[in-house]
Each structure stands twice: as C-alpha cells, then as structure tokens.
C-alpha cells in the first residue's frame, strides 16, 4: 500500500523536526531586527522597511524611502535514537537505528518602502514564509514512513499603509505565493523486501525480487496562490504603540507527478503486458522469463491536492520605558486546525499506482492519505531594546511556541513538540543614511517519542506497519539585514 506522500505533506507537514522560528511549519524569518527580540513588538515597533511585511499599517510612520535586505542561515539538528520498525506484514525492517537529520538554509528578503505624503505610503516586499529542508539516511529503519522532503514557498507582496488620525494608521497587502516541494520515501509492498526467499513458504518456491527492496516514492509539484493582510498599528499614548495584524489562510490545489520504481505487477495493474503468470491470490504476477515476481520499473500518475495554509492574527505592544530602554510583547494565534488530513487524488486520465492505492485506502482515485488533526495554537513572546550608543542598539527575547500536532499524530517528518526561543541582536549605525542589524536565536524543545501507523481515509489501521523512535531538536539562526534610508 503506498502511504500518502506528496509536495503537499512537505508544505503541511514542513518543517518537521526541523522546525526554525516558528510553530508548524511557518517561517518568521523576515526581519533580522524583529528576530533580536524574537519577534516581540513586531509590527508594533517602528524599525524599517521589513514592516511591509510585519504590519503594512506602520508604513506610515517611515519617512520618506527605506530599503531592507538580510539573510537568515538556519542549522537545525534532530538527533534519532532507539528507532525500530515493522512493515506491512509485522515482519522487523532492518536499517540504522539512530542518526542525525541536519537542516541547513539561507532564507533571504528584500523590502522596500516609500512615503508618498503625510498620511499615504506603500512598499513592496519579497520573502520566505515556509520552508523545509531534510534527508534522512538512505538506511535508516524509518524509511518507509519517511525520506527526503524539501519545500519552499515565495512570496512577492504589495502593500499600503495610510493614516487615519495622527495616533491611528491602518493598512493592508496582497501576497502572490507561490508553492512548489518535493518529497519522497521508500516503499513498503506488504513486507515483500523483508520477506525475501521467505515467500517460498507461501507460493512453493522462491519468487522474490530484489528490485522491491529500492522501490522508492517521489512526488513534486507546485502552485500559485494569493493571500491578504490587513493591520492596524496606534499610538494612543505618547510611547506606547500596539499592533493588531491578520494575515489571511491562503489556498492552493497542489498539482505534479507522482513517481514510483520497481512496484510489483499485480492482476490489477498489468493490462496488456505479456508473460505474466499468476501463482496466487493476493500475491504479484510472476514474470514467465526470471521465474520471479514482476516490477514495474515506473509508474508516474498525475496528481492533486488541496492545501491551505493557515491564517494568523498577531497584537504586538512596544513600550517606551525612557531615553534609552523600552520592553516588548506579542501574542502570536495560528489557525492550524485547517489541517485536517492529507489527501492525496489522481487527477490522471490513464492511473496506475491509484488503480491498486486506492482500494486499499478506501477511497477511489486515492493515492495516499495521512490524518493529521493539528489544533489551533498560541505563542507568547517578551523583548527588551536598549539604547546603549547613539549609534548602537542591543536587543534580547524569549518566545515560547505551542506545538500543533496531538501526541497520536506525531510522525517521523513532524517529531516536534513545544518549544522555547532565546534570541540576541543589535543594531549599529553604519553611515548617517545606513544600519546594520545582526542576530542569534537558539531553540530548545524537550524530548519527543513517535509512534506512527499507517490510515485509510475512514482513519483505519490499514495493516502492521509501525515506527516508533525518540528524537531530540535544536536549531540556530543567525541573521544580518541592511538597511538604507534615501
């Protein structure tokens, strides 16, 4: 039965135990000088042109033309420890036990901003809002629930700010996203690698084929979206502004290929084919010329799936204390409980791995489907800036992320659980028109155990397969943005 593997599982279930600044699977990193704090008082803080981004309506407190580019290295590692596995018949996988999946990227943006009078400004933004890059070892007992999964989505994003009094600013953007990922994993046919020579004791005589054991799964795909912000930023207390910011769900059908190597020939699946023998029910077809079980060595079928992204809603506050010192905080709700399941469909007009998937997963034209259930969550942050020099600003925060997936949904590509941000930054004058911003985050989370099956779409145990594993995750970003005011 091949499990439900799609570009769409990269983006939903991205950034897996490889999470960076954020719960799930969305990104933070836009603004280095917001990470400093991580991300408390963003949007509410009037810092540079990354507020294109963070909160369109603080635009209008920018005079006259800002410019701001940076990059966020992010290395993440999830350690795996005491992993073992059984596929679809119960018989043990054999492969690495424990191991390493390192995460390491560069995410960039640009931001530009412009006041066009008193009350109007705009600016134009491009940005990274999710993200996943990660490969398990080829080897290692979980393969056949996971593999390699890479994803990215880009945004490009116009936006308007405009003042209503003079404590009060409202503004709104509109994103062009678009999606695009790859993801894969080996494939377990009914235990047929495990069982080997074994199946003589079912058929009579040896008929394995050594080609199931490097069956592997791939899908890529892509998509182009649009999404929507609206924000208010105030300030109805001299030193004291607030932030309220929506950035909307955005929708997207996922289209690509699914691929697949060395699947077995079945009575299903083997049309016009010559030189096909059947042996059993409910075993393979035999090719006549090897005397062992046919492979396809390809299968590639057109599919889809339906992906949101979930909605946000931030309130950000930034109090001045005096001259020199002012706190930070923010209230972060994301609406994961948009995720319901991934299900992957056939949108081929001539299907071949769905023609014998979706039977199995009860559903017709399915090629996978993975329950996942996340729930809504909630993540807290606190910042301090200090004005030490004139020209020279030092920053510090903590975060702490909810985590979205319940206990019986964690899986090898989403080991994650609550976690905690620690960040530092500063930033320093380079020149009376230029800035420099740098920052570190480092997280924590505690230990995770896994204990994941595999479902039909009626959310059924479809057979035997199991993987259970410990993980432990942290990661670092470190970050630098340039800016440059006209």
Not at 43 to 64: C, F, H, M, R, W
Not at 401 to 408: L, R, S
Request: net charge negative; proline share 3%.
């Amino acid at each position: 039965m091949l499990r439900k593997t799609s570009v769409a599982t990269a983006v939903l279930v991205a950034l897996s135990s490889l999470t960076v600044q954020a719960e799930g699977y969305k990104l933070l990193e836009q603004s280095v000088s917001s990470m400093g704090n991580a991300y408390a008082g963003r949007g509410a803080q009037i810092t540079d042109a990354t507020l294109v981004y963070s909160n369109p309506a603080a635009l209008t407190e920018l005079k006259g033309e800002h410019l701001s580019g940076g990059l966020n290295l992010i290395h993440a590692r999830t350690r795996y420890s005491d992993a073992q596995a059984v596929n679809a018949r119960g018989l043990e996988v054999t492969g690495r036990d424990h191991g390493k999946v390192l995460l390491t990227e560069v995410v960039p943006f640009a931001f530009y901003s412009q006041q066009l009078n008193d009350d109007l400004s705009w600016g134009l933004g491009f940005y990274v809002p999710f993200g996943l890059s990660s490969n398990y070892q080829q080897d290692w007992v979980g393969r056949y629930f996971a593999d390699e999964t890479a994803v990215q989505i880009v945004s490009l994003q116009p936006a308007l700010g405009y003042k209503l009094t003079d404590w009060l600013s409202v503004g709104g953007a509109i994103s062009l996203n678009r999606a695009e990922g790859t993801l894969s994993k080996y494939k377990d046919h009914s235990g047929l690698c495990e069982l080997g020579s074994g199946i003589a004791q079912l058929a009579g005589r040896d008929l394995s084929n050594a080609a199931f054991c490097d069956s592997h799964y791939e899908v890529t795909g892509s998509d182009v979206s649009l999404g929507y912000t609206l924000a208010l930023h105030a300030e109805p207390l001299s030193g004291t502004r607030l932030a309220l910011i929506y950035h909307s769900a955005v929708r997207y059908t996922l289209s690509g290929d699914s691929e697949i190597t060395n699947t077995p020939i079945t009575a299903a699946t083997a049309g016009n084919t010559p030189g096909l023998i059947s042996v059993a029910p409910g075993l393979p077809l035999v090719d006549a010329s090897t005397g062992r079980f046919a492979a396809r060595d390809l299968l590639t079928e057109r599919s889809k799936l339906a992906l949101t992204t979930p909605a946000t809603l931030t309130f950000s506050l930034d109090q001045q204390l005096n001259a020199k010192f002012s706190v930070q905080g923010s209230v972060l709700w994301t609406g994961w409980s948009v995720f319901k399941s991934i299900d992957i469909v056939s949108k081929d007009a001539n299907p071949s791995i769905s023609l014998s998937t979706g039977a199995q997963l009860g559903g017709t034209g399915y090629i996978g489907y993975i329950p996942e259930y996340w729930h809504d969550t909630w993540s807290f942050s606190l910042g301090a800036t200090y004005q030490y020099q004139a020209d020279l600003t030092l920053r510090a925060g903590i975060a702490y992320d909810e985590n979205p997936i319940h206990t019986v949904h964690k899986t090898a590509r989403i080991p994650t659980s609550d976690r905690i941000w620690l960040t530092t930054g500063l930033t320093t004058r380079l020149s009376a028109q230029s800035t420099l911003d740098l920052a570190y985050g480092y997280m924590f989370m505690d230990d995770v155990a896994i204990n994941e099956f595999e479902y039909g779409v009626a959310d059924n145990r479809l057979n035997q397969a199991n993987l259970q594993a410990n993980y432990r995750n942290k990661a670092h970003v470190l970050g630098v943005q340039f800016n440059y005011q006209f």
